[in-house]
């Protein structure tokens, strides 16, 4: 059924943060729509009352722009099927278990708590596979129903599931799915409190709403069943699912927060760039039929399908992601970089030390090459920004010896003598010192970059001074033989 617009949906809970996992269905969903001129819907499923967390609507809006996923309606998005919000949409799923009710597909149920713990345990002694509500009220007669109802008894609304059927249907992922009936326990679609269960509201809003194509993780398989169950109890056409695979940890267990960071928002947070991680979770279970890895959103979403989708679990491989970083931005410009390391500075302990945007265009190009994220431009490098305050202990055992100091010294006279010096300058004049001292270059180039950075590796030499400038290499050889003879003695 790939109608002339397709329409797809977001549809997470708000938990507090946008899970990674929740971001790939979301882009899923954007890639979707935008391949095929379809719309994507942002709807929040905050029906349970228990899990309600202040912000958590703000939140996720903010972390799906951040990432750039625009859909074309939600809460914030005037549309045809709105309210988005599922907690302003209460009277319709009453209207719509009312029908199931006059249908018969849908029941009331007066059960205590304490009767369904009793049957409960009941069920787990006899070892039953799973424990499923008795359909005990579905003998109550019409009399005994309405007596309940005027008596004010707390209520609920159950699915009323035929035993010994097989209720099937089609996934593009997981092609042909069954499930026996019987495992199908008579869900709860409207709660005591009067609200909906998520399959209730869920199916109504993906009808309503008409969704033709439902993608989602595959943590909901095991729902849809029941979601079939009503669509047909309705008589409503059933959209088109699409389970993508679990996400899970390099152990291969399911991806939990106790093994690293699962909220978009730590990604962020942590530096790491919208393009990358995008790029990142876009190859979470799918793949364009070759090994390419590194794309910008335009080229996804001209190359998505859900036909590509794997039903294997994707691995989280974090080292992957901190390549794509790498990669995404070295490809971006320098002034596009200037930009964003010139936000961070203002984060990080230099924020007052004015450093021209030509000083940091320079360490932007020697650095690019060395870089995982934008703040690596500061903290891979801080002797760009202030004198080194430790030096490498190893980096001296090794390359400072009994006479380096004066061999520094001599390559301090050396550059003093230049004028408005160029990395070859600086480069021909340490060759000179060199075969004047008759000592390999080496000799030189380890202790110098030891006395201007502090460490042992680095951009190319004659880069790093001719951006620290004479001045201040000069000064720096000078207070680094001051220290180091402190310290060696
Ligand atoms: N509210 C569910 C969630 O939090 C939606 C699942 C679905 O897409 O049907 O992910």
């Given amino acids: 059924m790939i109608n002339s617009q397709p329409r797809v949906r977001f549809a997470p809970s708000p938990t507090g943060y946008l899970h990674v996992g929740g971001l790939r269905t979301a882009l899923y969903n954007f890639l979707f729509a935008r391949k095929n001129n379809g719309k994507s819907i942002l709807r929040i499923e905050d029906t349970d009352r228990n899990r309600y967390v202040e912000g958590a609507v703000e939140n996720l809006i903010a972390a799906l722009k951040w990432a750039g996923l625009e859909y074309d309606e939600g809460p914030d998005i005037v549309g045809p099927f709105g309210p988005y919000m599922q907690s302003q949409r209460l009277d319709i799923y009453q209207k719509y278990a009312q029908e199931l009710i006059s249908k018969g597909k849908a029941y ?36 005994q129903i309405q007596e309940n109802l005027n008596k004010n008894i707390p209520k609920v609304i159950r699915l009323n599931v035929e035993p010994n059927q097989k209720i099937e249907f089609d996934d593009v992922i ?16 409207i709660k005591s409190d009067g609200y909906p269960t998520y399959h209730l509201a869920n199916v109504v809003d993906d009808h309503l709403m008409q969704i033709t194509h439902v993608i989602r993780g595959e943590e909901w398989l095991s729902s849809t069943p029941k979601h079939v169950l009503l669509y047909d109890a309705f008589g409503w056409e059933r959209p088109v699912f699409a389970h993508l695979p679990l996400l899970l940890n390099p152990d291969r267990s399911k991806l939990s927060k ?21 790029n990142f979770v876009a190859l979470l279970g799918w793949n364009a039929g070759d090994d390419k890895e590194f794309y910008y959103i335009d080229e996804l979403i001209e190359k998505f399908s859900l036909e590509r989708v794997n039903k294997a679990g994707a691995v989280f491989d974090l080292q992957k992601l901190n390549w794509l970083n790498a990669e995404h931005l070295r490809k971006k410009s320098d002034d596009e970089i200037l930009i964003l390391l010139k936000k961070e500075i203002e984060n990080s302990e230099f924020k007052n030390h004015n450093i021209s945007d030509e000083k940091l265009l320079q360490i932007i190009q020697v650095m690019k090459e060395r870089v995982t994220f934008v703040k690596d431009f500061i903290h891979s490098c801080n002797y760009f920004y202030e004198r080194p305050i430790e030096y490498e202990q190893k980096a001296i055992e090794k390359n ?62 004659f880069d790093l001074l001719y951006i620290l400038g004479k001045d201040e290499v000069v000064q720096r050889i000078l207070t680094t033989i001051e220290k180091l003879k402190v310290t060696k003695n």
Avoid at 114 to 122: F, K
Avoid at 413 to 436: G, I, M, Q, R
Wanted: aromatic share 6%; glycine share 6%; with cysteine.
């Fill in 258 to 278: 106790r093994q690293g960071d699962v909220a978009v928002e730590d990604y962020r947070d942590k530096g790491y760039l919208k393009e990358a991680l995008i």
């Fill in 174 to 189: 997981r092609e042909h799915v069954e499930f026996d009936s019987n495992n199908v326990d008579d869900q709860v679609l």
């Fill in 400 to 461: 400072w010896k009994e006479d380096t100091a004066n061999h520094l010294l001599k390559l301090k006279e050396a550059f003093e003598k230049l004028v408005n010096p160029s990395k070859e300058d600086y480069e021909n004049a340490l060759s000179k010192v060199a075969e004047e001292l008759n000592i390999g270059k080496g000799k030189l180039i380890h202790p110098l970059r030891l006395a201007v950075s502090g460490q042992s590796t680095g951009p190319g030499m």
């Fill in 108 to 143: 009331y149920c007066f059960c205590t708590p304490e009767r369904l713990d009793a049957l409960r345990e009941e069920q787990q002694k006899l070892k039953l596979p799973q424990a499923k509500y008795d359909k005990h009220c579905l003998n109550l007669t019409q009399l």
